[in-house]
Each structure stands twice: as C-alpha cells, then as structure tokens.
C-alpha cells in the first residue's frame, strides 16, 4: 500500500526571494474575525498586543489556532485551486478543528505582528507522535513578500515541532524554485531527503518536488545521523535502474477479442475492475502470507472490508484512486491488484502501488508485466506527466522490481518505522511519463 501521501503545495509564487515583508502589504478588506457559530456569542482571538503569547513568535508573524471566524479569509489559509466562499470556509473550518485526532491536520494561522493581519498558515499532521509532515502557505497575493512569510513560518514550526512537541522526524514538501524556502530549511538544519523531478506545475512551468527532512538532535545522538538520502538537487541516474518487464501487448495490439470486462490486455494477464469476489480471495491469502519482509508479518483482513476500500474509490468521478485487479488471461484467475493513488489533476502526478497476495505469482514478472499495463494507463490515459512510487526499506524485492520497471531512485525518508527493533526507512522512486515512452519505443 502507498506510503500516507505528502501534500503538495500547489501555488507558490515562481522564484520568490526573502525581501523586505513591509512590501506589497494587502489592505484588510474584512474584520480578522466575525462569530463563532453564527449564535449570539461572537469570538474574537485576542490581538497579539494583549494576548501575551510567548511562543511560536518570530520577528514580524506569530502563529495561533485557526478559529471559527477565520473563513473570513479563505485565501489565506486554503492551499487550493478550487475556490471557496466565506460560508462554506467557515463550515470547513469548524469540522476540522472539531475533528478529533490522531491523524487530524491542524492549521496554525501566521498574522502579523504589527496588525493582526493574517497572512498564510503553517499545517503539520502526525498519526503517531513519533514522525509528521509540516507545510507552510502564504496567500501568494502578497507577491515577493509571502517568500518571506513562509520562511519565517517554517523557523517557527519545525523547531517546536522537533525540540518541544518531540517528534522524531518532520518532512517538508519545497517545489524546487522555491529558494526561500530551501535556504529557510537549510538554516534550521534540515537536509534535502528526496527529489521528485518535475511533479509540480507551477504557474505554468515545471518544478521538483523536494522533500526536507528534519530530525530530532536528541535522538540523532542517540541513534546516530542517518544515511543521507539525497544531497542536492535530484540524484544522478542509478546504473541498476533498466526498462524491462514489459509485455509484448505494450508494443502492439494482441490479437483477437479481449478477456471480459479487460480495460489493460498484457501477454499473461490484464487488468479490470476489482470486485467482492476478488477481496474475499484476498483476505484467504493473508492468512497464508508467509513473507514478512515487505510489511509487518500477516495481516487480519477482513474480506467486508476489503471490498468496502475498494469500492469506495469507484465513488469519485474524476478518480483520486484507480484500482485494478490483475487476473491470470489463460484461467481467468485473480492474483493481485495495482493502482494508481493520490492522483493530482492539476498537478498530473500520482502514485503507484502493487500487491500479489498470491505468493505463488510473486517474483516471476507478473508484477512487472501489470506495473507496464498499469504505466500505459497512467501515461496515456489519464495523461499524468510523472508517477512515484515509495518502498519500505527491507523490501529489497519491490525496490529491485521498480528498477527493472524503469523507475529511478528519488532519495529515502528516515525513521519512518520498526522492523526487528530497529528503526526502518522509506525508499522514494519516480518515473517520467517521457522517460517510459521513449524506452517503450515512441508509443
Ligand atoms: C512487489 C511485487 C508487486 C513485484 O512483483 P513481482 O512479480 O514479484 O516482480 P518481478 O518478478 O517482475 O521482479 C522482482 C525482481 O526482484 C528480484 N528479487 C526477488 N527477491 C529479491 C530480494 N529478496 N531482494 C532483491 N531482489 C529480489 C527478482 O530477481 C526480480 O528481478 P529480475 O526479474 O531482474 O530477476 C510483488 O513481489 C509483491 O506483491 N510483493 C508483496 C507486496 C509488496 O511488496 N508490494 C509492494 C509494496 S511497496
């Protein structure tokens, strides 16, 4: 199953520098805070003048708790390019701040110092207390100014979050422009851990995606520092990395009529619309499964539940998760399924996932072969310009078979869980719809 997805931020403003915040200051059209509830008690946050507050302060913002009231300005604090009005901000917030956790966002509004402004939000969400990912906003209306505004906010949460609240590990999504945000990273002492090349569409151009990773120093010197992931920009090309696996149905279309209810036809397998069926054989072979490099031993799964998941992803129209299971062609036997997650449409990425309960089908290129039909899909259907993919660290076996389906190493995530009583890593791949057509012969 996909690695809990990283959110992405989907408008920063292109080559932001840190300048002066006392310029393009957006005139407050709306009171900071209206009621709370639209009862008779109105809530207010106190001003930074009288409030006293003694921490999450730094030279021109401070951050507090999003309240109800605050979808007076959804520009601020929404990092979405689907926009909302003032009422249906307010509903959003209440539900999120009522939402009990783990696993719950929680946004802290950044305003200014001198007047109460509020201009971006700094977000973290942790489902254990241990790890959790941290992004910070600006409206990008502020222009010039919101660089700064997003570098001042990441030196206030990423030290609490680390030295105070005692979290492990927090990543941090940067698009590659992003220059003050990279050196802001640099100068709280995270380290860049993964690079996926071209995943953001930023006002109209390409960037990377960069994840910066920053670790507790207490259980640095505990555990000692990590191996690093990657270094500077993107890593250079891995000499074990091929383009191979694919089935001959890539190249040229089979002949004769297509198994029933096929939307990908391979050489040995295709691919449909997974159903009941398939997840009550699913839950049989996690009872059996044998192997316990790739998760924590077997898993309990019941085959209700299984078909619930999977079904709820049929839901949306455009898909966020397209699933498919991959059915034997000769015997019409189900032996797996694969998907495509997390689909971003505007920024024409996803992330792919595979899984063969079946041990028997395990390790002999069934789960490259439906990977290629599944690529096709990707890239050619649903048009995405890049896919990723991301791997526990002692799963040698699915990192080894991303390399051989064209995958490229993209950098490595740390400390992001247990095996064995040691702490384990995520490996991070990614593919370009580009690369995969040229070796798959111009398609
Ligand atoms: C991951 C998975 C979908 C891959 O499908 P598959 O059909 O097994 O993959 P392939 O047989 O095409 O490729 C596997 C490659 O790994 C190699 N391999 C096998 N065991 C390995 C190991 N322990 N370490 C390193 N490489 C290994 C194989 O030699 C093969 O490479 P080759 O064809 O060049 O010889 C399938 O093994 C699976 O479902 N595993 C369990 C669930 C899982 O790990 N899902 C992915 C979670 S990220």
């Not at 946050?45 to 021109?60: D, H, K, S, W």
């Not at 422009?177 to 953001?200: F, K, P, S, V, W």
């Not at 191979?244 to 209810?261: M, N, V, W, Y």
């Not at 890239?379 to 389906?405: C, D, I, M």
Request: net charge negative; proline share 6%; charged share 25%.
């Amino acid at each position: 199953m996909p690695r809990h997805a990283l959110t992405g931020r989907a408008d920063a403003p292109k080559d932001s520098l840190i300048m002066s915040v006392t310029t393009t200051i957006k005139p407050q059209t709306t009171s900071p805070a209206a009621t709370s509830d639209g009862d008779s008690k109105p809530f207010r946050p106190a001003p930074f003048a009288e409030a006293n507050q003694q921490f999450l302060v730094g030279e021109t913002l401070y951050l507090r708790a999003l309240e109800p009231g605050d979808g007076q300005h959804p520009t601020v604090w929404r990092d979405s390019p689907y926009p909302i009005n003032t009422d249906k901000a307010e509903e959003l917030i209440k539900k999120e701040i009522e939402k009990p956790g783990p696993g719950k966002t929680v946004r802290l509004l950044a305003c200014r110092r001198v007047d109460d402004q509020p201009v971006g939000v700094a977000t973290y969400s942790t489902w254990n207390w241990l790890n959790g990912d941290a992004s910070v906003y600006a409206d990008p209306a502020y222009g010039d100014a919101a660089g700064a505004y997003r570098a001042e906010m990441l030196g206030l949460i990423v030290p609490w979050l680390l030295d105070e609240r005692d979290l492990m590990v927090v990543w941090v999504n940067v698009a590659g422009n992003d220059r003050a945000l990279i050196e802001a990273a640099g100068a709280i002492g995270m380290h860049q851990a993964t690079c996926l090349r071209e995943a953001y569409w930023l006002n109209g151009r390409r960037e990377d995606w960069l994840t910066f990773e920053g670790l507790n120093r207490g259980w640095e010197a505990k555990l000692g520092r990590p191996e690093a992931g990657i270094t500077v920009g993107c890593a250079p090309d891995d000499p074990r990395r091929r383009f191979e696996g694919a089935p001959s149905a890539i190249f040229r279309h089979p002949a004769g009529d297509p198994p029933k209810d096929a939307l990908m036809v391979g050489d040995r397998i295709f691919l449909r619309a997974y159903t009941p069926d398939d997840a009550r054989r699913e839950s049989t072979w996690g009872r059996q499964e044998s192997e316990t490099f790739f998760d924590n031993g077997r898993g309990l799964h019941s085959a209700h539940g299984l078909e619930r998941w999977n079904r709820k992803h049929m839901d949306d129209d455009p898909a966020g998760w397209v699933r498919f299971a991959i059915v034997l062609k000769e015997t019409g036997e189900f032996i797996g399924s694969n998907g495509i997650a997390d689909i971003d449409w505007v920024h024409k990425t996803a992330e792919t996932e595979s899984f063969i309960p079946n041990t028997a089908y395990r390790g002999g290129g069934y789960g490259s072969e439906a990977k290629h039909l599944l690529l096709a899909y990707s890239f050619e259907r649903l048009g995405l310009h890049t896919v990723r993919s991301y791997v526990w660290g002692p799963n040698t076996r699915s990192q080894a078979a991303l390399r051989k389906q064209g995958y490229r190493d993209a950098g490595r995530f740390h400390w992001t869980g247990l095996k064995n009583a040691e702490w384990t890593h995520d490996m991070s791949f990614d593919l370009l719809a580009d690369e995969w057509r040229e070796r798959i012969g111009g398609r």
